[in-house]
């Protein structure tokens, strides 16, 4: 599986992004999905997830109400909608795959089986 993250860049505090995440190679819909964040000078963190049949999600408290985690298996796509972005949101955001058909959802980087290149998310303040 590959993965294609987009849509980062460039926001003020308050804005929106909206990030896709596209895989190719073989279709996710029997993967769990999830967006992971590093910030500089981080550890890499759990930001939310959805499950293969897109009836589970789980966000970490600090996006929580902020961020919504959405995925459309026809177009093998997850997507991150940012709003109320904040200067601490500013991160590289990675999204991953997990081979799962179960709807607990992991959030540790090493329960990841593939990876997205990243895209850079900055927040002015």
């Known amino acids: 599986v590959q993965l294609q993250a987009s849509g980062g860049g460039l926001v003020q505090a308050g804005g929106s992004l909206r990030l896709s995440c596209a895989a190719s190679?073989?279709?996710?819909?029997?993967?769990?999905m999830g967006w992971l964040r590093q910030a500089p000078g981080k550890e890499r963190e759990f930001v939310n997830a959805?499950?293969?049949?897109?009836?589970?999600?789980f966000y970490t408290a600090s996006v929580k109400g902020r961020f919504t985690i959405s995925r459309d298996n026809a177009k093998n796509t997850v997507y991150l909608q940012m709003n109320s972005l904040k200067f601490e949101d500013t991160a590289v955001y990675y999204c991953?795959?997990?081979?799962?058909?179960?709807?607990?959802?992991?959030?540790?980087?090493?329960?990841?089986?593939?990876w997205g290149q990243g895209t850079l998310v900055t927040v002015s303040s």
């Open positions: 991953a795959a997990r081979f799962s058909h179960a709807e607990y959802l992991e959030q540790r980087s090493i329960d990841y089986d593939y």
């Open positions: 959805i499950s293969w049949s897109g009836r589970s999600t």
């Open positions: 190679g073989r279709t996710v819909s029997s993967y769990a």
